[in-house]
């Protein structure tokens, strides 16, 4: 027995190898899952909503995550909070506590909310590609040329781009891609708030108002669709409950992982929404109503301009990552369909070797992957083309993604897990706070659609120039 213990200290009660994950590191991927683009959007967001409202807002949805989480936290083991059988995913915990129909609704949401994601992010990328191409033919010309271009050929060159990486196998394995996106949001991010200071600085007031954009510059009808639509944007810089899981399943235990995973969640939510803050309120006031959809094209031409290549260079490369990170979930789902699906065809399981003139390894290359994946990525790239809209694309993620993924089902397995009793105060207060955020993605939708409807009013398919 003596000679096992020292080997049987290396494994945890699942039989993996022992998990080393502290509050920091836990609290690091967190921030990293959730400084994203969404960050962008949110001057624009706050400037629909008014200095009021906005920040307002912004604090709601950090403690509507903030507890939703601490609620999830409790769902990492079914049963037992300390010897439990684990939950490694999302979809996991939904499986093994909720079960049946509402694991596969929970399945179909979470896979068009990624889908979803990298459209969001090809457009992104775009812009910013074209805000360093703009930037530098303004400067040439001495600001005489307006150098409008299209955007079609950027997305198509981040969609090539998506399609090599796509035909990696192991892509989640290349573990410095965290780093690096992380390196570059906060790059991007401190750059913008830097810029919005300078700014603020420079126009020697803070612009905007108490309730946000007014009726004149927009109709009283889009000041309504817009309200809606910034509650979108917010809820997606917010969206990160659906890795929260499987980051609890890096943590170490004793401690029980969700008193660590607790911890972790307040340090970073406290974190992020500083950060939010900042850049938001910076933003808003640098431009007042006419905070840009993406902060970083609102500074436009100004000096120094390769300051602005230098933050649209680090989202570009971010978003390169970032795009894979949220395809490859998808990609990993249809590669295990299709072998229970078809275990005998040499399309679906085979390999192939390729020898790459250079590279010592052959690379293996499977015909179904190398062929679903490349038309994920064109079909992302063409449904990006014909609604390149940045900021109605994130409002329709958010809101699709907040009140099932970030409320509902984690209250609902808190509910069954605990076994809260029907119509006690807690029961009541939970159902109140999922009802209320369905309202919220709701009118979020309803908002966000309607501005990619009034945008298609105005856009041409294929034919966007900025």
């Not at 690096?180 to 126009?203: D, E, H, K, P, R």
């Not at 929260?244 to 969700?258: C, F, G, K, N, Y």
């Amino acid at each position: 027995m003596d000679v096992s213990r020292p080997a049987f200290k290396c494994f945890d009660d699942d039989g993996r190898l022992k998990r080393s994950g502290t509050v920091w590191t836990a609290s690091a991927h967190i921030i990293t899952a959730v400084i994203g683009s969404g960050v962008l959007s949110l001057a624009w967001a706050i400037g629909q909503l008014g200095w009021i409202a906005g920040p307002a807002v912004m604090f709601l949805f950090s403690f509507v995550t903030y507890f939703s989480s601490t609620l999830l936290s409790d769902c990492y083991r079914t049963g037992d909070p300390v010897s439990g059988k684990r939950n490694y995913t999302y979809m996991d915990a939904v499986q093994s506590i909720l079960g049946g129909f509402r694991f596969k609704i929970c399945g179909l949401i979470q896979f068009l909310n990624l889908f979803g994601i990298t459209v969001g992010y090809t457009i992104a990328a775009s812009i910013s590609m074209m805000a360093i191409k703009r930037s530098n033919c303004f400067h040439e010309s001495g600001g005489k040329n307006p150098c409008h271009m299209s955007s079609n050929p950027y997305m198509i060159m981040f969609g090539v781009t998506e399609i090599l990486l796509s035909q990696i196998k192991d892509f989640d394995q290349i573990w410095w891609l965290s780093i690096v996106a992380a390196i570059m949001s906060f790059t991007y991010s401190a750059i913008g708030l830097a810029l919005g200071i300078i700014q603020v600085a420079a126009n020697g007031v803070f612009k905007g108002s108490l309730t946000g954009i007014s009726i004149g510059t927009v109709t009283q009808t889009q000041k309504i669709w817009r309200t809606f639509q910034a509650l979108g944007d917010i809820a997606f810089a917010y969206s990160y409950s659906v890795v929260l899981i499987e980051i609890q399943d890096t943590v170490r235990s004793p401690p029980a992982e969700s008193k660590t995973m607790k911890q972790a969640t307040r340090i970073s939510i406290a974190v992020t929404t500083t950060f939010y803050m900042l850049c938001g309120c910076m933003g808003y006031a640098a431009f007042g109503d006419a905070a840009p959809g993406n902060l970083l094209t609102g500074f436009g031409f100004y000096n120094p301009f390769w300051l602005l290549d230098v933050a649209n260079v680090a989202i570009v490369i971010h978003l390169v990552g970032a795009y894979q990170v949220f395809a490859q979930p998808i990609f990993a789902f249809v590669d295990k369909q299709a072998a229970a699906r078809f275990p005998d065809s040499d399309l679906v399981s085979k390999e192939f070797e390729i020898r790459i003139p250079g590279v010592r390894a052959p690379y293996k290359v499977n015909v179904f992957r190398a062929v679903f994946r490349s038309c994920f990525v064109v079909l992302t790239t063409v449904i990006s083309m014909l609604m390149p809209f940045f900021n109605d694309v994130v409002g329709i993620l958010g809101a699709l993604g907040f009140w099932p993924l970030t409320v509902y089902f984690p209250v609902e397995m808190y509910i069954k897990q605990r076994k809260v009793e029907r119509w006690s105060m807690k029961w009541v207060c939970l159902k109140m706070l999922s009802g209320g955020c369905l309202v919220i993605s709701v009118v979020a939708g309803v908002g966000s659609v309607a501005g990619v409807m009034l945008d298609l009013k105005v856009y041409k398919p294929f034919k966007t120039t900025y």
